[in-house]
């Protein structure tokens, strides 16, 4: 056979008849189900600044432990990368993935307000995916690379430092209108991208670079139209390239023996549905190559063990006793017949609005085998979402609040870490990662016996009870441009706490609102606190899937005459992901504190009672806590919306007591406060700039650097930090990977113990 696998029609012909007449001869393969028993960390939520989405997160983990997690926020807001260190043999090795460093933005190549490019949306945002070389001496760093789907291209980013800067290299792609790419490296510095376009045509094509993805060659064309490109993965041994990709009834696998000029495809499978995202390909270490996809009832695994000439009949990885509905596989492929697989599954056998959802995991160690074993477990530590999901990409109307995919890759020591998108406790999707901590390795060497080294991370912290049950991010409201407001503003958020007291019809919930400012309450804005009451799951510290609780809205608003009125009511979630509001009546109580920057509603608990079940009293867990602001209108028809909001992510729980007793201001709690514990050192700086501070009780804690202006230049901190010392650093660069201005600068601490700063003078 030619090596150029795509140079005559006849090979591909043969090819497609070989795959199609083992398909006729012989049946599924049949699997063993077993429990699966391997310990997973704690789920922990990535929060970034100015996001009111994270979601299709990638990860990757590259040979040295550096684990890289991209979330998108949508095109044209961006994309977020944070980066954990799952090295064992590091003094910061975080097993848990508890301490994320948030490295920013690094597809912001067209920043929105060309007078500040540190500030606004970017062009990309639209898709990501991350990859990392396989450098040969052992102190090299492995190269990053990353791709964005833009407006217009496909950027790609390039870092040589572990994330903390990129060279960035935008419209790599032949087409100006490109979706749905992926990318892969294989050693030093070889990076393919696959992609289609140009849409609505899906003609497919893979570009190489030799620069790691600073400069693309011309594209091989992989297929004309009429698939979906499902994912890229390299055989590192022999350097050959394999693409995935999928129409509604068949999956097939493409391969490359000459650097991705010339393809050759096989149809894997057409015997089952492929339009569930997305059809999955994977390159064990021994060369075979597995592919992944649903037909939405059931998660399948093919393998082909010649190089994707054939391939064995399918297998159900999916024990359907208990989950009918299973959507979204990733895969990952280690020594020779190791694979693990993720996905989201539901118990429910119709994927509509009365589905819930978990992440399931399941692993085997001869997949590749006539009869292979499958040993599936829940590795989300509560259901993740409370809906349909929706599998038609930008297409349809159903709940798109987790997006299109979610990944798995595995850390040196042959370790599962899987960051998937969840929001059982926000208005909409943010990104959660969590690591297998025990149990089999996906690597037959690790640690000489096949296993991963157990670990005990410590516990996350627990929710303060004495803090506001929500926190946010200074200086993160936005305008319709997604620019942040620069200056102290009433529709910043900063906090929301929750009380109750006893009222002349019985007790009352109280709720308040911190904003940065309110020197001036603007006419034609809304303040919203929402909340769910008995979400199933929720518990005090452990808030439930609010979607499934009864949900009830607290509403201050100034309407375009300013006259102030103060309402509650309830909410639902719609199919398409969207809340919708019903006003119920007035608060028995509203006020706007000018002076403390507050606004706060009281509502009788025995008006919320008739719209609960049970009644809400003693002991009821309040659940899906989080808030909004907006200007009039704003989530009215697309020419009625008005520019100004803030979202906040979902905090806490909040547990309804006897309120019997008047209770303690939340400014007046404790003596004991977060707080600075000295000026930044060395000051002025030129190479870095550390300071230290006290965190009094666990909860968010947000470290930032800002200017002058009130812009936000670099977040250092953002998430729960235990009580205690803590030290951070500040290099000199932004949250967009650019060197900041010589100048005065200030680290500025945000809890609900106020906002502290102190200066620091850069010098380079």
Not at 376 to 383: A, E, L
Not at 475 to 488: N, V, W
Not at 532 to 552: E, H, K, T, V
Not at 660 to 667: L, N, Q, R, S
Request: a negative charge.
């Amino acid at each position: 056979m030619s090596s150029r696998l795509d140079s005559v029609a006849p090979v591909r012909l043969t090819l497609l008849l070989v795959a199609l007449a083992a398909g006729a001869a012989h049946a599924d393969r049949t699997a063993t189900y077993v429990p699966g028993s391997i310990r997973f960390s704690q789920n922990v939520t990535l929060r970034a600044p100015v996001a009111t989405r994270d979601g299709e997160p990638s990860i990757r983990v590259d040979v040295r432990g550096n684990c890289y997690v991209g979330g998108i926020r949508g095109v044209p807001a961006g994309v977020d990368l944070w980066r954990f260190d799952l090295n064992p043999s590091s003094p910061t090795f975080d097993p848990g993935m508890q301490n994320a460093t948030y490295l920013g933005q690094p597809d912001a190549f067209l920043p929105q307000d060309p007078e500040n490019p540190e500030a606004g949306g970017a062009d990309g945002g639209g898709d990501i995916d991350l990859s990392a070389s396989f450098p040969i001496h052992p102190d090299s760093i492995p190269v990053l690379t990353i791709t964005s789907l833009a407006l217009a291209n496909i950027s790609s980013a390039v870092s040589h430092d572990r994330g903390e800067n990129f060279d960035l290299s935008p419209a790599t792609a032949i087409a100006p209108a490109d979706d749905r790419m992926w990318n892969e490296s294989t050693g030093e510095s070889r990076v393919y991208l696959f992609y289609r376009a140009p849409i609505p045509a899906t003609g497919l094509f893979v570009q190489r670079s030799d620069d790691h993805g600073v400069t693309y060659l011309s594209p091989g064309l992989v297929s004309p139209s009429g698939t979906t490109p499902g994912y890229i993965d390299v055989d590192h041994a022999s350097g050959r390239v394999y693409v995935s990709h999928a129409s509604s009834t068949q999956g097939r696998v493409s391969r490359s023996s000459d650097a991705g000029m010339t393809w050759a495809t096989v149809t894997v499978d057409a015997t089952t549905g492929h339009g569930a995202l997305f059809d999955v390909v994977k390159v064990g270490d021994d060369g075979t190559v597995y592919l992944v996809w649903s037909n939405q009832q059931n998660i399948w695994l093919s393998h082909s063990s010649d190089g994707g000439v054939t391939w064995a009949q399918k297998a159900r990885v999916s024990d359907n006793t208990v989950y009918k509905t299973n959507v979204m596989p990733w895969l990952e492929a280690g020594s020779g017949g190791r694979v693990c697989v993720v996905w989201y599954a539901s118990p429910s056998t119709v994927n509509n609005g009365s589905a819930d959802w978990d992440v399931l995991f399941a692993r085997s160690d001869d997949a590749n085998t006539n009869a292979p074993t499958f040993a599936q477990q829940v590795i989300s530590d509560h259901r993740i979402h409370g809906s349909n999901v929706s599998l038609q990409g930008l297409g349809g109307g159903n709940n798109r609040n987790l997006l299109d995919y979610f990944q798995v890759a595995l850390d040196p020591q042959g370790a599962a870490v899987v960051a998937f998108t969840d929001d059982h406790n926000d208005f909409d999707g943010h990104v959660y990662v969590t690591r297998q901590l025990d149990g089999p390795s996906q690597y037959a060497a690790a640690n000489g016996d096949g296993t991963v080294a157990s670990t005990w991370p410590p516990r996350l912290p627990f929710q303060d009870f004495s803090l506001p049950e929500v926190t946010d991010f200074l200086h993160d409201a936005t305008t319709a441009l997604l620019q942040p407001i620069p200056e102290d503003n009433p529709f910043d958020i900063l906090w929301i706490d929750y009380d109750c007291e006893a009222g002349p019809d019985g007790p009352m919930l109280v709720a308040t609102m911190k904003v940065s400012s309110l020197t001036q309450i603007p006419a034609g804005v809304e303040w919203r606190i929402n909340f769910s009451a008995d979400a199933p799951g929720g518990r005090p510290g452990r808030p439930g899937l609010s979607d499934r609780g009864q949900q009830f809205f607290l509403d201050a608003g100034s309407d375009p005459n300013s006259l102030q009125a103060f309402a509650w009511g309830t909410a639902t979630r719609s199919d398409s992901g969207h809340v919708n509001y019903r006003a119920r009546g007035d608060c028995d109580f509203g006020e706007f504190n000018q002076a403390q920057g507050t606004i706060t509603m009281k509502v009788s608990l025995s008006k919320l009672d008739a719209f609960a079940d049970p009644d809400l009293g003693p002991g009821t867990v309040l659940s899906g806590l989080r808030g909004q602001t907006l200007e009039w209108g704003f989530e009215g028809p697309p020419g009625n919306r008005h520019p100004f909001r803030d979202h906040t992510l979902g905090g806490g729980t909040y547990t309804i007591p006897g309120c019997g007793v008047v209770d303690v201001p939340m400014e007046e709690r404790t003596a004991e406060r977060t707080r600075f514990l000295g000026p930044p050192a060395p000051n002025p700086a030129a190479v870095d700039a550390a300071v230290q501070f006290q965190v009094a009780r666990a909860g968010f804690v947000e470290l930032a650097v800002f200017d002058p202006s009130g812009r936000r230049v670099r977040t250092l901190q953002a998430g729960p930090l235990p009580p205690g010392r803590h030290t951070r650093r500040w290099d000199g660069r932004t949250d967009r990977f650019s060197d900041a201005k010589p100048g005065l600068y200030f680290f500025v601490l945000n809890t609900p113990d106020g906002v502290q700063s102190e200066r620091v003078t850069w010098l380079r």
